[in-house]
């Protein structure tokens, strides 16, 4: 979930859009389905709280913002999960995570007892420790990258990546439209992306389809969607037609 989704204009979360997401999660989960949330929000939250009206640039300050908006980002999530009848816990993780063999297991060995035991798995990017990602666009890019590493370590057989837009879109004979599916990411699928971000996320589309592009090499499919919908989890669970899937490779 990206933080255009997660957090307004002002930097304020979105109680309302928050509420509606957790609970179609609670619903998801109750229903039978195992669930592992990838949020963005803590920098917005922490800009909220320390009165910021722009994303800081200095190192610093980005990860004082984070460590600021996490707990309350947390606190909120706590507040509405239980509200909703649900247990969670947070899981803090790194790019550098996933590159050393016995914190990648860790990470996997606990997500999947938290699941066992119904605990839903929040899960963010640990920007007060992280230097080059929480800087650069090319890192984990809105915890888009963060959430196809993840997907591939839990072997997830789908992702889904809440955006505010209603999915990949082309232009046919001066139209545009959804693009429904694709069966395989090329380099005429970057071409239809404009990139645009706003100064509270550090995602867009492209590192959206680089995200999808990994996991379905992977083996897992996954789906770009308007996280603003109302409902849109549980109509993307119930096979509707939303967003844009991206169909796994193997």
């Known amino acids: ?6 957090v307004q204009k002002t930097g304020r979360p979105d109680i309302r859009m928050i509420k509606g997401l957790v609970r179609d999660i609670a619903t998801l989960q109750k ?20 009165g910021m009206e722009e994303r800081p640039t200095s190192l610093p300050d980005l990860q004082m913002s984070a460590a600021v908006g996490q707990c309350r980002l947390m606190s ?21 995570d996933f590159h050393h063999k016995i914190r990648m297991t860790n990470a996997r060995r606990t997500m999947e007892n938290m699941i066992r035991y119904k605990v839903i798995p929040i899960v963010n990017e640990n920007d007060v420790v992280a230097d080059e990602e929480i800087k650069a666009d090319l890192a984990l890019g809105d915890n888009d990258l963060l959430a196809s590493l993840l997907a591939k370590l839990i072997r997830a057989d789908l992702l889904i990546m ?64 308007n996280g603003r919908q ?5 109509s993307i669970m119930n096979g509707s037609d939303v967003g844009t899937l991206i169909l796994a490779a193997i």
């Open 1 to 6: 979930m990206g933080s255009r989704v997660l």
């Open 31 to 50: 229903s039978g389905h195992e669930i592992v949330v990838v949020t963005s929000g803590a920098i917005g939250a922490g800009m909220e709280a320390l």
């Open 76 to 96: 909120l999530y706590d507040s509405l999960f239980s509200a909703a009848g649900c247990k969670i816990g947070q899981v803090l993780l790194t790019h550098d």
């Open 162 to 225: 809440l955006t505010t837009v209603d999915g990949l879109r082309e232009t046919t004979a001066g139209k545009s439209h959804r693009v429904k599916y694709l069966e395989n990411i090329t380099r005429d699928t970057y071409a239809l992306v404009t990139g645009s971000k706003s100064k509270l996320s550090k995602g867009g589309m492209a590192s959206k389809l680089r995200a999808a592009e990994s996991v379905a090499k992977a083996g897992c499919s996954a789906l770009i969607a």
């Open 230 to 234: 109302t409902g849109v989890l549980t």
